[in-house]
């Protein structure tokens, strides 16, 4: 199957329909080069008109968070930590000093840093410890990066743009502060609380051992950005129109079914090669058709490390009409790639209205019942 029918029917469905419940609308910086050196610029590509984040730039620069003015704003210069000190103090929340203000802020410590600037630090610990008491294995900024999320912080850039997204560790722009201000300066208290509630909701069932590597695997994810026809963590290259060879090389992320393909497909789990050999297509509409009407598992009936399918008419939907995929981690929650990037989401609002049905990849390789 040609990439460019797996990429439409995935890419588009996936970043239209992100974080749309109603109720939802700091780790230590790595270590990078600072600016104005080769390894600290931002990949670009020429383009005319007005930048992306447009709206947000003049929104900060109209509040006094970023300066100086609209027309020198240099939106694609990376980020100090002096300048995203300055910002946060301009908001009116308490900030240290950084000790090194010209060191570049990379994107992973730019959502700690808003997300402790929205007073919800202990909700992203919280996130974090529940999946390692789990017996997961989280990376530092599992509940930093969700709860980045679940406020909105992060966007997608539309297709033939991928080139802007930027991985955890890679330098933050000054347009992506901008935009990232300008919704957390502009956010409703309810909607924080929104997500204080929610998140303190969070638990992790008892986990089998292949539940338990299946999700530590799908976790590790969380924080890279939706990449359209993206399936990897690293570099790659996806089919775009217009680039050469109809090749554009894009940093890492994953579009919705891509995720699940990475975390089941592309790298076999020890002791079990025949997990790897179960998902046949690359598509949600292959994947969640592959399995008869029998095998499908029901909403309540859903395990960890199930594959989630959902579509236009929720469980009356056929395998043409799902359009977006996850893992389910367990409790209401699941795990999935959307426009804000990979993140835990719970089921509730979009999601749980338009949840068609589940596949157990585990119990289809033999590995449990």
Request: proline share 8%.
């Amino acid at each position: 199957m040609g990439r460019p029918r797996l990429t439409l029917l995935c890419g588009v469905v996936c970043a239209a329909t992100a974080f749309s419940t109603p109720a939802l609308a700091a780790d230590p910086a790595d270590s990078v080069a600072p600016p104005g050196t080769a390894a600290s610029q931002l990949a670009t590509t020429t383009r005319t008109g007005p930048n992306w984040a447009a709206t947000q730039i003049a929104t900060v620069v109209q509040a006094g968070l970023m300066g100086p003015d609209v027309p020198s704003f240099r939106p694609d210069d990376a980020l100090t930590r002096g300048e995203l000190h300055a910002a946060i103090v301009a908001l009116g929340k308490p900030h240290r000093v950084p000790t090194d203000p010209s060191r570049v802020v990379t994107m992973r410590e730019l959502d700690a840093q808003l997300v402790a600037a929205a007073g919800l630090l202990p909700s992203a610990r919280q996130i974090r410890l529940t999946a390692q008491s789990a017996g997961l294995t989280p990376t530092d900024m599992l509940g930093t990066e969700t709860v980045a999320r679940l406020l909105g912080l992060r966007t997608n850039h539309p297709v033939g743009q991928e080139d802007l997204e930027r991985s955890p560790k890679q330098p933050a722009s000054r347009a992506e502060a901008a935009y990232s201000l300008a919704k957390l300066s502009l956010i409703d208290p309810t909607r924080v609380d929104a997500v204080r509630q929610v998140v303190s909701a969070f638990s992790v069932p008892a986990l089998g051992e292949w539940q338990r590597l299946v999700l530590s695997r799908a976790l590790r994810f969380v924080g890279y950005p939706y990449v359209f026809a993206g399936m990897s963590e690293k570099q790659q290259l996806i089919w775009s129109t217009g680039a050469p060879n109809n090749q554009l090389a894009v940093p890492g992320g994953f579009d919705c079914s891509g995720f699940v393909w990475r975390v089941f497909k592309l790298q076999p789990f020890d002791g079990a090669p025949s997990l790897a050999d179960v998902l046949k297509g690359r598509t949600t509409y292959a994947m969640s058709g592959e399995v008869s009407r029998a095998q499908r598992i029901a909403p309540d009936a859903l395990q960890p490390a199930d594959v989630l399918f959902f579509g236009t008419r929720g469980a009356q939907s056929k395998p043409t009409e799902i359009g977006h995929s996850g893992i389910y981690v367990g409790n209401g929650w699941f795990v999935h790639s959307s426009s804000g990037g990979v993140t835990l989401q719970p089921l509730q609002g979009w999601y749980a209205d338009e949840l068609a049905w589940g596949r157990r990849p585990l119990a289809e390789a033999g590995l449990t019942a």
